[in-house]
């Protein structure tokens, strides 16, 4: 019946409510508040729609996509808020970082969904059940905000997985048992039934998918025509070939080693990390970008992988400010863990536009000197190629205390 | 409810409560003031839930009662009034007619018990300070509070007291202004950090009195009570930076200006220096001081101003936006600004008349 070698576990992650999530974590003094994240309700004559409503609007009646002035009526002690995308797209890169701390192949669905193939890391992290765990919590352990997971052996199943129970669920599907999960669910669920197909296969007395699996298939043909017919006779059987593709776009930039022997030696990680910091930055200063948070993966031997964030304030370009950041985290998984380390990584996230004309700071180091290297180590490197200069013994921890 | 009260009354106390409205993102139910009357007094209160006004007047209770009416509408009625008496009267909560002179008008508001309640605090610890000094330390240090969003804590001015000393300080990285005013007796130690706004919202709404004012501080909120207004406001959570550790302690070489002939240099270079930054030099040596201004393809200027300077000679620049503002609010005759090196934090100070104020500014790169 499937060509497929091996069976897949795939992950489908679905932030819970995750606009109306963010807005609440910034500011807490809503939280349990009808919320409405949308266009402008202009006092209950707005034109524009729901982007997303808390669960405590969703009891109130409030839907997404619906007309902010009905989500205006329906709720008078709501919350109204515009959509802050930036916002919404730096959590977003948080939670991907999450993901690719779990397996490359991650495929965003806009900011608040992926799916996930972890079929690879199931002898690293355990199986699809405790990679939906660790996703789960490493992602509210990195933001806070809470996601429903569903786990199966195909794409389809797992999004309807992750669907049914929000929020804050986990639902697996062991492989073999996707048709009987499906079963009893309304045909709605399926993908690519909208309202017209729904309303057809009502007509043909299909209410449920177990229903329509045990039609024949030239009974749906006729009712949806061919096509559509077989394929939503496939995802009733609970099958779906379809790969996650993971999307090259770059969140974030990042740089990581292996060790050739795994290590804890503190003089050999300092260096490498010093190496990575300077990449890091030489390619932030390319763009014109600065860190302001820079992140810190860590790969224990056996392969146990974990990642680390720290903010920068203010948002730096510079090499050494991203060692020092790295070098706290990194000291602080060598004291946690006596562990060895097989591969350390540095990523620098939540990009700001680059380092400000040349006001000094009040609070932070002489940055004119620093800056003068830098933009000489650059000119080296464009010309001769990034591993022509290096910083003096790339220890930048024992720079003059600044 | 129904009380009887006056055009002037009422749009004063109105006008109050209108400025915690705020005008986007609100609850539906919060476009409204919510309006209340008993014990021969009316109280009106506004909110957005970080930042509330509650201001209170005497007027006639012919009935107690309460509602909330919207915000904006009944503010520009009420101002439309003629002078006397109105007359406001509610029914089932929602149903106002208010009669002003021959007028009447009916307004439909929203249930009052939907309104969200004024916080009651725990009256922890508080500091009395009088309104006027409070408006002089808000006014002397507000204007350097972060624009800049990522800097969370320094969008708001620190407030410190302890048994001697009642301190403002804020900063945004680049320069940092701080006054000090000597405590009242008793004087509990408090320390906290105030949103911009509820600083705004405070010199709007406070007069220059010699009334004390007194600011009850918990762990997430500040409680001013001034008279019959009452003021709250959600306090900014984190780490101020060490302020201190950035005023020069040992700025050796004094430069002595009269204020108002280099705030105008300033003024006048400043068109000049929009580009970078808005960047002026100064050049300052034993004879006097040289403030200059350039924009490629565009223009220069150049200005000397009388100064006493003993120092070595050092080419600065500042960014003339900080140095005027800061200026502006030293309020005295005489400045006297204390440098170290070119790439050192400046101190001014004022000479003469002593507002408690200092201001520390960074130097640009020049």
């Not at chain 2, 008496?85 to 929602?94: M, N, P, R």
């Not at chain 2, 006097?288 to 101003?305: C, D, H, P, W, Y």
Request: hydrophobic share 40%; charged share 25%.
């Amino acid at each position: 019946m499937n060509a497929t070698p091996r069976s897949r576990t795939i992950l489908h992650v679905d932030m819970d409510q995750f606009y109306a999530a963010v807005e609440v974590k910034r500011r807490p003094e809503l939280k349990g508040l009808p919320l409405i994240v949308g266009s402008d309700p202009k006092g209950g004559r707005g034109r524009g729609v729901v982007s997303t409503a808390s669960y405590e609007a969703r009891a109130l009646g409030v839907r997404s996509a619906m007309p902010i002035s009905t989500a205006w009526r329906l709720c008078p002690r709501g919350v109204f808020l515009p959509v802050d995308m930036p916002a919404y797209a730096a959590e977003s890169a948080r939670i991907h970082r999450v993901f690719e701390a779990l397996t490359p192949l991650v495929e965003p669905i806009g900011l608040d969904e992926a799916f996930l193939d972890v079929t690879d890391s199931a002898l690293l992290v355990g199986d699809g059940e405790a990679c939906a765990r660790r996703v789960r919590s490493d992602i509210l352990e990195a933001t806070g905000l809470v996601c429903s997971v569903g786990v199966a052996a195909n794409k389809f199943v797992a999004k309807v997985a992750s669907d049914l129970r929000k929020p804050a669920a986990l639902v697996v599907v062991p492989p073999g048992t996707e048709r009987e999960f499906l079963a009893p669910l309304d045909v709605g669920r399926l993908w690519g039934v909208g309202r017209v197909a729904e309303a057809r296969l009502k007509a043909l007395g299909v209410r449920t998918i177990g229903e329509l699996a045990r039609r024949p298939e030239s009974d749906l043909a006729r009712a949806l025509g061919q096509a559509a017919g077989r394929r939503l006779a496939t995802l009733a059987r609970g099958e779906d070939d379809r790969a996650v593709v993971p999307d090259r776009a770059a969140v974030s930039l990042g740089r990581e080693t292996t060790f050739e022997t795994d290590t804890r030696d503190a003089e050999s990680l300092r260096r490498t990390l010093g190496e990575l910091a300077e990449d890091v930055a030489f390619r932030l200063r390319l763009r014109g970008l600065a860190c302001a948070t820079l992140q810190l993966k860590y790969r224990f031997e056996g392969f146990e992988t974990h990642t680390r964030q720290r903010p920068l304030s203010p948002a730096s370009d510079h090499g050494p400010d991203l060692f020092r950041a790295g070098w706290e985290e990194l000291r602080a998984v060598l004291k946690a863990d006596a562990r060895r380390l097989r591969l350390v990584g540095l990523s620098a996230m939540g990009l700001a536009p680059g380092a400000e004309a040349e006001q000094g700071e009040l609070f932070g180091a002489d940055r004119g000197r620093l800056r003068r290297a830098d933009a000489a180590m650059d000119a080296i490197r464009a010309r001769h190629g990034e591993d022509a200069i290096r910083r003096g013994g790339q220890i930048p921890g024992r720079e003059r205390p600044s | 409810m129904k009380i009887v009260s006056t055009k002037a009354d009422l749009s004063r106390v109105i006008a109050l409560a209108l400025g915690a409205v705020s005008t986007k993102n609100v609850m539906p139910v919060l476009t409204n003031l919510l309006i209340e009357a008993r014990d021969h007094s009316l109280t009106v209160t506004g909110t957005d839930l970080e930042l509330g006004v509650r201001a209170k007047i005497s007027a006639e209770v012919v009935q107690p009662g309460s509602t909330a009416l919207p915000a904006k509408k009944l503010s520009e009625l009420v101002r439309t009034f003629e002078e006397g008496d109105v007359e406001l009267s509610v029914k089932d909560g929602v149903k106002a007619e208010i009669r002003s002179g021959r007028a009447t008008i009916k307004l439909t508001g929203a249930q009052p018990e939907d309104y969200p309640a004024f916080p009651t605090l725990r009256k922890e610890r508080s500091i009395k300070i009088p309104s006027e000094t409070l408006l002089a330390m808000i006014r002397r240090c507000a204007f350097s509070v972060s624009q800049d969003e990522t800097r969370y804590i320094l969008q708001g001015a620190l407030l410190q007291g302890d048994p001697t000393k009642i301190r403002m300080v804020t900063t945004d990285g680049h320069r940092l202004s701080m006054v000090e005013k000597d405590a009242t007796a008793g004087q509990e130690a408090v320390s906290c950090v105030i949103p911009a706004k509820a600083l705004q919202e405070l010199t709007r709404i406070l007069e220059p009195k010699e009334d004390a004012a007194t600011l009850y501080v918990t762990e997430n909120q500040l409680f001013v009570e001034w008279g019959d207004l009452a003021i709250f406001s959600r306090l900014l959570d984190g780490q101020f930076p060490n302020y201190d550790q950035v005023i020069p302690k040992k700025n050796e070489h004094k430069l002595v200006a009269e204020t108002a002939p280099l705030i105008a240099v300033l003024n006048r270079m400043s068109p000049l220096a929009a580009d970078k930054g808005n960047s002026v030099k100064f050049l300052v040596n034993e004879d006097g001081l040289q403030v200059s201004a350039a924009t490629a393809e565009i223009g220069e200027a150049s200005e000397s101003v009388d100064v006493d300077y003993s120092g070595p000679s050092m080419t600065l620049a500042f960014n003339a936006r900080y140095l005027l503002e800061a200026l502006k609010a030293l309020g005295s005759e005489r400045v006297e600004i204390r440098l170290n090196t070119a790439l050192s934090p400046a101190l001014l100070t004022p000479l003469g008349s002593d507002d408690g104020g200092r201001y520390v500014i960074m130097p640009m790169r020049a």
